[in-house]
Nanobody, 125 residues
Framework: QVQLVESGGGLVPAGGSLRLSCAAS??????????TGWFRQAPGKEREFVAA????????DYVDSVKGRFTISRDNAKNAVYLQMNSLKPEDTAVYYC????????????????WGQGTQVTVSS
């Protein structure tokens, strides 16, 4: 079993930045062998893919709407994955979720095995 805990959300003005963190823990697991992703869900909308990084090759993928503004990264030594969000827009407002799975490249798949509880990001106009 793997637990994921997100942090770093908050209220920022449009154009601002936030860095989300996701800390992974578990009794016996090797974080470096987990693909990780970030998803978000705005009120009244379905959960959508934001970014992902595979554990083989560190392949990164982003939804078009955040390319050039968001950066996903991971620190295997700290069992953590991050989402640096710059040039935030009001439409980025959502609850952001971290996800992890042992499949080498989960990418945009929504069936990640492990999910965090989410962290709220609110961007004011």
């Amino acid at each position: 079993q793997v637990q994921l805990v997100e942090s770093g959300g908050g209220l920022v003005p449009a154009g601002g930045s936030l860095r989300l963190s996701c800390a992974a823990s578990g009794r016996t697991f090797t974080f470096s062998r987990y693909s990780t992703g970030w998803f978000r869900q705005a009120p009244g909308k379905e959960r959508e893919f934001v970014a992902a990084i595979s554990w083989i090759g560190g392949i990164k993928d982003y939804v078009d709407s955040v390319k050039g503004r968001f950066t996903i990264s991971r620190d295997n030594a700290k069992n953590a994955v991050y989402l640096q969000m710059n040039s935030l827009k009001p439409e980025d407002t959502a609850v952001y979720y971290c996800a992890a799975d042992t499949v080498a490249t989960m990418g945009r798949r929504v069936d990640y095995k492990y999910w965090g509880q989410g962290t709220q990001v609110t961007v004011s106009s």
